[in-house]
């Protein structure tokens, strides 16, 4: 069975500084990992993926996340906070056969102060 | 626009109403799937399809019907809602059998039973 685990419930940074959202993970097999951000009354959107190869991926809107097999992690970041980034970010896990489910983390709400 | 859309947006209703919250996505995708959204407990699915007359429970399948005649359409079916149905609701759907294909999500349903 496979689980995510974010770490904060509630993350608040400062604009233009670094934000930085944990995620852990739990799978079985070689997973497929992901980044959703849900804006206000919206549904969630993919920020980014990691599936095979490079373990550094890049997402939309400067977010980037690492892969790092040997602490079961893929922490999400930023280096420059923008008031436009204040949302809800969640990390889902996926296994690699094929079958689609996805499991999703508890969520981080990220606020950013003026 | 690829979209997926649910309706309707808000539901207030009473204990044992029987309602359906409809999905429909027009990108051609096989897999489609719901998830209710709770605080603390991020995103649960409840049920899925891989594709047309293909559906299997997910995590929190107890007091909900799916169907699965058309690609495009699949259907949540509450025939005795209970206030512990309360909850936002999201339709998802992607490319079944790709591996990795990301979620495209609806902009949800917010019931609330009485």
């Known amino acids: 069975a496979q689980s995510v685990t974010q770490l904060g419930s509630h993350v608040s940074v400062s604009e233009g500084a670094l934000v930085l959202l944990r995620c852990n993970y739990s799978?079985?097999?070689?997973?497929?990992l992901f980044w959703y951000v849900q804006y206000p009354n919206q549904g969630l959107q993919l920020l980014l993926k990691?599936?095979?190869?490079?373990?550094l991926v890049k997402g939309i809107n400067g977010f980037e996340a690492e892969f790092k097999k040997s602490e079961t992690s893929f922490h999400l970041t930023k280096p420059s906070a923008h008031m436009s980034d204040a949302a809800e970010y969640f990390c889902?896990?996926?296994?690699?056969?094929?079958?689609?489910?996805?499991?999703f983390g508890t969520g981080t709400r990220l606020t950013i102060i003026p | 626009e690829a979209q997926v859309t649910q309706n309707p947006r808000y539901l207030i209703t009473v204990t044992g109403k029987k309602l359906t919250v409809t999905c429909s996505q027009n990108?051609?995708?096989?897999?489609m799937s719901w998830y209710r959204q709770d605080p603390g407990l991020g995103l649960r699915q409840i049920y899925y399809?891989?594709?047309?007359?293909?559906?299997d429970k997910g995590d929190v399948p107890e007091g909900y019907k799916v169907s699965r005649k058309e690609k495009r359409n699949f259907p949540l079916i509450l025939e005795s809602p209970s206030p512990n149905q309360t909850s936002l609701y999201f339709c998802?759907?992607?490319?079944?059998?790709?591996?990795?294909?990301?979620?495209?999500f609806g902009n949800g349903t917010r019931l609330t039973v009485t």
């Open positions: 998802a759907s992607s490319f079944g059998g790709r591996i990795g294909s990301p979620l495209h």
């Open positions: 799978s079985s097999v070689p997973p497929y």
């Open positions: 990691y599936t095979t190869g490079a373990t």
């Open positions: 889902a896990v996926s296994d690699n056969f094929g079958n689609e489910k996805l499991t």
């Open positions: 990108m051609n995708h096989e897999y």
């Open positions: 399809s891989m594709n047309v007359e293909v559906t």
